[in-house]
């Protein structure tokens, strides 16, 4: 797009022209051309996207953490109960690849 020697001040004039043609019915119009229309929107929502949003619905009231897990964890940390087996850590990990 190219602009050649247009003044802001003409832009702006050129600007206010076009707002009153748009805001000002023209007097060939018929009455019946310048009412509103009311419309309605409507959305139809399949039985699986209800599903979807009642399952997200659960997740989000759901807790981040699992609180009982890490008390679980932590008792057996301070206790010195708390075994790591690597061979079932690098397992695990293989298995999500």
Request: aromatic share 2%.
């Amino acid at each position: 797009m190219k602009i050649y020697n247009n003044k802001p001040s003409q832009l702006q004039d050129l600007a206010q022209q076009n707002l009153q043609k748009i805001t000002k019915p023209d007097a060939k119009e018929s009455p019946q051309s310048t009412e509103k229309t009311v419309t309605s929107d409507r959305v139809d929502i399949s039985g699986k996207a209800r599903e979807v949003a009642e399952l997200m619905s659960m997740i989000s009231q759901m807790p981040d953490v699992r609180a009982d897990k890490v008390a679980e964890v932590k008792k057996a940390i301070e206790s010195g109960n708390y075994n790591i087996n690597p061979l079932q850590i690098a397992q695990s990990i293989l298995n999500e690849i």
